[in-house]
C-alpha cells in the first residue's frame, strides 16, 4: 500500500471561503471608514448589519450561492452579539480547532466529512470481486465505517482507507486496530497510487470528479471498478448506476476501467 500524506491539496479548486474573506474585509473597511466619517448617523449597533447586508448582496452578485446569504448577513451581527455575552474567546479557539481536526478537508479540498450509509455499504457488497484476497480503498475513508461493514462482510478482502483530516483518521485507524483486513492510513489520497486496486470507491463532492476520473484512468488497472457514491463524473457516462435507497436517496455510479 502507498499513501502519502506531503502532497499539496488539488490545484484549480479555490474555496469560496476566500472570497468570502474578501468581502468581508472590504465591507468591514468601508463600513468602519462610514461610521468613522460619521456620513450616516447610525447608531452603533446597526453597522454589523449593515456591513452583513453590503456582504450578503456583494457575495451573491459575486455568483456565491443563495445559501451564502443568511451567513453573510448574519456573521458580523452574531460575532457582535457573542462577544457582548462575555464568552472566552480560548472556547471560540477551541470550537475552531475541533472543527479543523474534523473537516478540515471541506476547507482545503471542498469534500465534507459524510458517512456512507449502510445500504450503500450493502449495495458495493455486491459489485465486490469473488476471488479472494481482492482489494479496494476508500479515497477519503472518513472514520472507516464502510470499510469496517465490507470488511465484517468480506474477510477475504482487503481493505485500504486513506484520509486527510486527522480525527475521523485516528478514529478510523483505532477501528482498524480490531478490524482484519483494514487498513487506514493518513495522507492526501492525491498521492495515492491506486494502480493496485481492484475496486477504487470515492464518496466525496462534484469538485474533484473531473481529476479523480483522470487519475483513475492514468493510474487503475484495465477490468478494475471505480465507483462513486452520489457524484458523477461530468461527461462521462457510468456503465452502471443504481439507486442506493436510503435516507438521502443516495445513487452508485461504477464505472470499468
Ligand atoms: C464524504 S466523506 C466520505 C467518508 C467515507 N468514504 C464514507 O463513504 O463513509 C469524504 C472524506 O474525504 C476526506 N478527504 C477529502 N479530500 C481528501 C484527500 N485529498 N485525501 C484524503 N481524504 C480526503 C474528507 O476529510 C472526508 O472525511
Redesign the pocket.
Known sequence: MRCHAD?L??PGMRSPLWIVGAIHLFCTAACGFAAGAAWWPLPQAAWPWVEGLCAATIGRASGLPWWWMPINLLFFPAGNALLGAGISPLMFLGIFCVLLLV????W??R??????SNQ?AALVLTLLPQRKGFRLI?????????LMNLARARPDGQFT?????PL?FLWGRWGACRQRGVNVCW????S?DLTDYDVV?????PV?MTSLWEKARREMRPGSLFVS?SFSVPGVPPARAFDVGDRVCSKLYVWRM
Open positions: 502532497a491539496p488539488m473537516n478540515g478537508a471541506a482545503f479540498q469534500v465534507p466529512l459524510f458517512l456512507s450503500a476508500d479515497l477519503g475513508c472518513g472514520t472507516a465505517s464502510l482507507g486513506v484520509e486527510l483530516a475521523p495522507g492526501d489520497f492525491w495515492t470507491y470515492a464518496y466525496l463532492s474533484p457514491n
